[in-house]
């Protein structure tokens, strides 16, 4: 038999967002405490979380063994008897390893389609999360579940400025998804970034890269890109030979300006070095002081 608890709330996490699913219902309590058998627990079939790092899970198992279960799951029960998990599938994984037989848990009684949002909301609000994945199950609480950006960020305690900058990480090249996706870059160089042209984002993306730009630079960056005026020569999209790009890249190395280089109509060469104000040209005639 599985032992239970009356628990009226789970501080801020699931309760704390969506309250009583059912109000109506007074005399049944928000949740319970139960432990339990691992054998009659199965993960939810439509769990946003796809991929579990295998070593972290081992590390989890390892520790589980040690000291137990710290934070209880949350489940949800079913009519056969079974439970489906709500959060935890992590924990639920690792006890497994670990030979536990049963897990303490957070009995919820929630329809199909609290279950999927609730499912949702924790994944987002889980800490090893990139911006990207953040962004991605935002977008699948609006698809999935019907809400507005209003109502989501609600939902996951956000504010509603905070989500429209994660949804407009989803309209960047898929370069900079990845480059934030794997840490190259941050949220915030990912902003300066969302706020160029498209046909900006890729060489700005390139330079940030290269030069290790901090957030900050990336937005000056970005604000000198904007505030650049667009040139129409018939000549710009021209393929340069490969010593071109060396000699920029080389006069990148001493000046951290935006250099450009263009050939004329003669066949000569252009090179530009861009400086917003008197204050950037006496940083240049400083380092070029500093070369000689």
């Not at 990207?132 to 209003?150: H, N, P, V």
């Not at 050939?263 to 861009?274: D, L, M, P, Q, V």
Request: proline share 3%.
């Amino acid at each position: 038999m599985v032992k239970t608890q009356n628990k009226r709330g789970l501080g801020r996490g699931l309760d704390a967002i969506f309250g009583d699913i059912n109000p109506t219902q007074q005399s049944k309590p928000m949740s319970e405490m139960a432990e339990v058998a691992i054998t009659d627990i199965e993960p939810n079939p439509l769990q946003p979380r796809t991929e579990f790092d295998e070593d972290a899970l081992t590390e989890l198992s390892q520790s589980i063994a040690q000291l137990g279960v710290i934070q209880p799951i949350t489940l949800k029960r079913r009519s056969d008897g079974k439970y489906t998990i709500i959060s935890g599938e992590r924990r639920w994984r690792a006890s497994q390893q670990a030979g536990l037989e049963t897990l303490p848990a957070y009995i919820r009684e929630v329809d199909d389609e609290n279950l999927h949002a609730m499912a949702l909301v924790e994944n987002i609000q889980r800490q090893d999360l990139n911006a990207i994945e953040i962004a991605l199950g935002m977008q699948r609480l609006i698809d999935e579940c019907g809400l507005t950006q209003e109502a989501m960020a609600e939902k996951v305690g956000k504010k509603r400025s905070t989500v429209s900058n994660y949804m407009r990480l989803l309209s960047l090249p898929s370069e900079v998804q990845l480059a934030l996706k794997e840490g190259i870059i941050s949220m915030g160089h990912a902003k300066a970034i969302a706020g160029l042209n498209t046909e900006d984002q890729i060489k700005a993306l390139k330079k940030c890269i290269k030069k290790s730009l901090s957030v900050r630079q990336m937005e000056l960056l970005a604000r000198k890109i904007n505030e650049a005026p667009k040139q129409n020569t018939s000549n710009e999209d021209e393929e340069y030979p490969e010593t071109y790009s060396h000699l920029v890249d080389e006069l990148e190395r001493v000046f951290s300006e935006n250099i450009s280089i263009k050939r004329t109509k003669t066949g000569s060469c252009r090179i530009t070095i861009e400086c917003a104000n008197d204050q950037e040209i006496n940083k240049l005639l400083m380092r070029l002081a500093s070369v000689k």
